[in-house]
């Protein structure tokens, strides 16, 4: 969850990292710190709450110039979020600093032996052992990679260690183990970070880190080993956005921007998947034609938006490919023993490609003998290299921690799989898929026109602050679909608000309805499957005759909804399948724009960081 920086090189190592940490904060906000190695010693400064405090204390109090240092932006796991909780910790003489992503789990055995050895520890935390461990090793062995490697050797959990210690100024080290950490490399410097976003202004150039493995960085290169002293093989690449893409562009936030960016976002997912032949071409799906042949069951595993995405992804699937298909909580995957096998098709959904809960699914997958295929936004993640295959979305980065422009990629990545899976088993004819992908492509500019006439509920979001509750009800996608606009509620505006499957309206949630509850309706298609859409008036009819406010997403044309509708918001007609990709975005301004009203910060809202990277 939390941000990570390290840096090496000519420039202000302060002024870098600070920087970095500015594109980082989405994955922590509850306190801050830096540490720069500087005339012979460690300079260091740390501040409870958002980065601009510690800018401040920065202010009034200046660092030392230096060329080398790291630092931090926490999401609170152990310890509370106060200054003495705050990243980086040091030892008892102030020579190392460390800073932490993740949670150690032995970390109470290791303090009680620290205790018995002298160390006084400050914190609540579980990293301050590590400050102390690294610097009794780097008392015998005078090399502070090698204590890093000898003291991740005793380490039990997830984590990313990056320290620095005052008698190497010119050494950066890091480690990870189930915890994201990427290296940067420019000339003559180099950088660490938790996210590319990090250090995208000052170089391209990245190297992927592997599970159980530790680098070492100075201003003339890296190097890479495992925890035992072993060079380890990692692999370059090129990050294909640039530091224009991280930042607001304009807008009041990050949200917004990333909203408005999704007509692109659709369309860069589906760029270049039909081949000259004409037939869908997947190239990142290394999975040989034979084993999706043979797959007899197809399970999903995600997480919150993610879920969601899947939970739609199922219609999808079963309705084109004929497989039955799971879906499952990431969370709750491994522990209820789920029955898979080598026919079984696993497809993990994560936009970070970090989520710890979806991680620890895919590798008990594939422990099972499943094939697991990753759809995912971020190259290089550890879920895309420790899956057989992958799917990248094109998001671009996303920075609001409420994810919007990866959940509609997401879905879009979803119905390329199950278009993909049709044809290699004949399920779909090649004209059938043609129009898919074509509809699909015409959704980009759907959303857009979607966008052009938010600005009513904009107006009914702001008249509706006050509210302390809203209901979402859906059928068939829609369904999902009200689960993903409850959710936004949630995470955003710090309201209640739950998603319900229409149909089972009467068989309790009815009895929530009151006068004038705001209740929003996902409409189906009055088109093909009539029925469901004639049942869901009826729902309208029955919470508007006990009170409701109803709130009526419904596709132009649909004329049945007009009476029971109190609020009517239009979206595109579009195949049935794909109307989630139109009728979410309206739910994601609503949500924006009531928190905002309602005075809360949209891109960090209270609480929540951006990727889950603990269980």
Known sequence: MCGIVGYVGSQSALDVVLAGLR????????????????????????????LANLEKALAERPLPAGATGIGHTRWATHGGPTDANAHPHHDN?????????????NFAELRAELADRGHVLASETDTEVVAHLLAEEFSGCADLTEAMRLVCRRLQGAFTLVAVHADEPDVVVGARRNSPLVVGVGEGEAFLASDVAAFIEHTRSAIELGQDQVVELRRDGVSVTDFDGRPADVRTYHVDWDASAAEKGGYASFMLKEIAEQPKAVADTLLGRIGVDGALTLDELRIPAAVLKAVDKVVIVACGTAFHAGLIAKYAIEHWTRIPCEVELASEFRYRDPILGGRSLVIAVSQSGETMDTLMALRHAREQGATVLAICNTNGATIPRESDAVLYTHAGPEVAVASTK???????ACYLVALYLGQVRGTKWGDEIRAVIRDLAAISGEVGRVLETMEPVRELARSLSGKKTVLF???HVGYPVALEGALKLKELAYMHAEGFAAGELKHGPIALIEDDLPV???VPSPRGRSVLHDKIVSNIQEIRARGARTIVIAEEGDEAVVPYADHLVRIPATPTLLQPLVATVPLQVFACELATARGNEVDQPRNLAKSVTVE
């Open 23 to 50: 594109r980082l904060e989405y994955r922590g906000y509850d306190s801050a710190g830096v540490a720069v190695l500087a005339d012979g010693g460690l300079a260091s400064a740390r501040k409870a709450g958002k």
């Open 473 to 475: 009800l859906g059928r």
């Open 520 to 522: 929003v309706v996902v």
């Open 93 to 105: 003489a102030g020579r190392v600093a460390v800073v932490h992503n993740g949670i150690i789990e």
């Open 406 to 412: 990866a959940f509609l990629t997401q879905l879009v």
